[in-house]
């Protein structure tokens, strides 16, 4: 790297800030792609004259594909490549962008929302390229940052397509905005190929010894692994079951569901153990082990802290708007203190990670999340609106900050293995808005709160079992030659 370890210059555009740059606009355009159907849905609901049921399925499919998505993003990632695995996934999202945007059929227009959902896993990518690229010290706030603004795509198609669509006019001016938003996708994937690097020069780009599933180091970590894939598929069955209690599957349609998830299942762990047989025959050098405990650790942290951004994000408007009976727009305006947090709470949690300890930063986070949403239970139509909004933009910068904390500790467990390691708990991350939105439909909006505020009290004591990073990692060269790379 040309410039110090100490050196942050965000306003470069020259070796890691380039890519810091690179990376964070693939992933804010990703997520335009992902949600670009939720700001023109009532255009969309007039054109194929959709039920509320069918709309509420469009919702669920479009982040149902993105918890399995993440774990083959992950092992792509590690085998071939950020530039050559992020470049692919934007080409292949805008052909399903165009798909969707051409749709005259709701069963065409949902299959495409689902096969959408795809587009949800580059955020994985570019946890994979930035930790190549940042020491230790910084990793923590380049990963917060790539967050934060990749997360932002979501409110940027929000605020740019339903213009983007009245300009364009007609009833298919929605269609316009949607191939658009896939065009500069497709268009950028030329560019990020071209201008991105895997790693510095010089350096290796370390993948691991079999693809197919995470390496584990032990015969008990196989155990662990294999049992936290179990809630990965569990939440595949959830949706399913959403589905149906919409009346869009019928009760055999979704048993065959069931049936192909647990099929899936199988054939998954089967990976796993043909991945990690060698240790059944001989132990894992002491140099080269991980505890996986470590993985397990940060999926139930992100599962809590992303969980809970995502649910939130999707129900507060309407909280809102029955709290304080005042008008959608005033809804809207309120629940945004919530994901406008994103641009400085997600990279300020990477930052005190990186400079505080990572342990106790996660920890304090997970405390203020978990006072923050009991507090928001207490929220009622006699709190002066300025308090609920002050309660709910809190909450919300401990949630980000939160993300950001589990982030900046996900690049430095196997520097080989952080593509998997990142998808996993990305997916966890999905697995959590799922739980959370589900049980927000069988209960209030004050007990569905306080069953976050209490799942983040659990997840604390668990975070307790986290080993601070410290030391170095271990890779081996092509030549056989030991590497460390410092993590601390």
């Known amino acids: 790297m040309s410039a110090s370890a100490t050196d942050f210059n965000l306003l470069s555009f020259n070796g890691r800030f380039r890519i810091l740059h690179l990376s964070a606009i693939a992933f804010?355009?990703?997520?335009?792609?992902?949600?670009?159907?939720?700001p023109l849905m009532v255009s969309i609901k007039e054109t194929f004259q959709l039920t509320d049921s069918q709309i509420k399925a469009l919702l669920i499919l479009n982040v149902a594909l993105t918890i399995p998505a993440r774990i083959l993003i992950g092992i792509l990632v590690d085998k071939f490549g950020p530039r050559r695995t992020y470049s692919a996934l934007m080409i292949v999202s805008s052909g399903l962008c165009f798909f969707f945007a051409a749709a005259d059929s709701y069963e065409r227009l949902a299959l495409a929302r689902f096969l959408l959902g795809f587009v949800g896993a580059g955020f994985v990518i570019g946890i994979r390229m930035l930790?190549?690229?940042?020491?230790?010290?910084?990793?923590?706030?380049?990963?917060?940052?790539?967050?934060?603004?990749g997360n932002f795509g979501s409110a940027g198609a929000a605020l740019l397509l339903p213009g983007l669509a009245l300009a364009f006019g007609g009833e298919d001016g929605w269609r316009y905005a949607v191939g658009v938003s896939g065009a500069v996708l497709l268009i950028y994937a030329f560019i990020?190929?071209?201008?991105?690097?895997?790693?510095?020069?010089?350096?290796t780009y370390f993948k691991p010894n079999k693809s197919g599933g995470l390496e584990v180091t032990s015969k008990g970590d196989l155990l662990f692994y294999l049992f936290m894939n179990v809630p990965l598929y569990l939440a595949l069955g959830i949706i399913a079951w959403r589905l149906q209690s919409l009346g869009l599957?019928?009760?055999?349609?979704?048993?065959?569901?069931?049936?192909?998830?647990?099929?899936?299942?199988?054939?998954?762990?089967?990976r796993i153990y043909h991945v990690n047989a060698d240790i059944f025959v001989k132990p894992v050098p002491e140099l080269h082990r991980y505890k996986f405990r470590q993985v397990a650790i940060l999926c139930f942290a992100y599962l809590v802290t992303f969980g809970a951004e995502v649910a939130s994000v999707s129900?507060?408007?309407?909280?809102?708007k029955e709290t304080?009976?005042?008008?959608q727009v005033q809804a809207g305006l309120i629940a945004s203190s919530f994901p406008v947090m994103c641009f400085v709470a997600r990279p300020l949690g990477g930052y005190l990670s990186d400079n505080f300890g990572r342990k106790r930063v996660l920890m304090i986070m997970l405390t203020g999340l978990a006072t923050g949403f009991f507090l928001m239970s207490?929220?009622?139509?006699?709190?002066?609106?300025?308090?609920a909004v002050a309660v709910t933009a809190a909450c919300a910068g401990f949630v980000l900050g939160g993300c950001g904390a589990v982030f900046a500790i996900v690049p430095l467990v196997k520097r080989r293995l952080t593509g998997q390691i990142a998808g996993m708990a990305g997916a966890y991350g999905n697995v959590g808005s799922v739980v959370f939105l589900t049980v927000l439909s069988f209960v209030s909006p004050a007990t569905f709160f306080l069953v976050i505020s209490a799942s983040a009290v659990l997840c604390l004591g668990i975070?307790?079992?986290?080993?601070?990073?410290?030391?170095?990692?271990?890779?081996?060269?092509?030549?056989?030659?030991?590497?460390?790379?410092?993590?601390?």
């Open 192 to 203: 990020f190929y071209a201008l991105a690097r895997d790693t510095p020069e010089g350096s």
């Open 324 to 327: 304080f009976n005042v008008s």
């Open 28 to 38: 804010f355009l990703t997520f335009v792609v992902w949600f670009n159907h939720a």
């Open 378 to 387: 207490r929220i009622g139509p006699e709190w002066p609106i300025a308090a």
């Open 463 to 488: 975070v307790m079992f986290l080993d601070e990073p410290k030391g170095a990692i271990a890779e081996v060269l092509p030549d056989g030659t030991v590497q460390l790379i410092e993590v601390a």
């Open 315 to 320: 129900m507060l408007p309407l909280f809102f």
């Open 131 to 149: 930790a190549e690229w940042f020491p230790a010290k910084q990793v923590g706030l380049a990963e917060g940052l790539y967050g934060g603004i």
């Open 249 to 270: 599957l019928s009760a055999p349609t979704v048993m065959g569901i069931n049936v192909l998830i647990a099929a899936m299942f199988l054939y998954q762990g089967y």
